[in-house]
C-alpha cells in the first residue's frame, strides 16, 4: 500500500536527514506544495493524510508515526485527545524498522529524534 510507505517514510524523515543540511521537517512530497499550518496535532494529521489522533490506520496509529517522526506536539496532543500510550504495532514492515507489539517508546528509542 503505497500510503502506508508514504506514511512510513513522511515519519522516518528526521532519522534520515539526520546530520546533513536539510531541514527534514521541510520536506514534502512532490504533491504537496506547502507545509499545513496552524495547530501542531491537525497539520500533523494532514501531513500524514490522517482522520484522528486515536484510531489505528493500517496496522499502526498516529501516536505511532509521530513517536517515530520524534514531533513533541503531536505525541502530547493526541496523548491528551485520548490515544493509548501502550498501544502496539499490529504490522510487521522490517524495511521500516517496524515490527508487530513495539510501542510509542520503542520508535522514539530506536530512531533517537526527540531532541535533546
Not at 546530520?19 to 520536506?27: E, H, M, N, W, Y
Not at 486515536?54 to 496532543?77: H, Q
Request: charged fraction near 20%; aromatic fraction near 6%; hydrophobic fraction near 40%.
Amino acid at each position: 500500500n503505497r500510503l502506508q510507505e508514504y506514511r512510513r517514510l513522511m515519519a522516518l524523515r528526521a532519522a534520515m536527514f539526520r546530520g546533513l543540511p536539510v531541514d527534514a521537517s521541510k520536506v514534502l512530497p512532490p504533491q504537496q506544495k506547502e507545509l499545513p499550518t496552524g495547530d501542531p496535532s491537525e497539520c500533523f494529521l494532514k501531513l500524514f493524510q490522517l482522520q484522528n489522533p486515536v484510531d489505528y490506520v493500517e496496522g499502526t496509529s498516529p501516536l505511532m508515526l509521530a513517536a517515530c517522526s520524534g514531533d513533541l506536539p503531536a505525541i502530547e496532543s493526541f496523548v491528551r485527545a485520548g490515544a493509548d500510550a501502550r498501544c502496539v504495532e499490529k504490522i510487521n514492515r522490517p524495511e521500516f524498522l517496524v515490527f508487530k507489539k513495539q510501542q510509542p517508546l520503542h520508535h522514539v528509542g530506536l530512531h533517537g529524534c526527540i531532541p535533546a
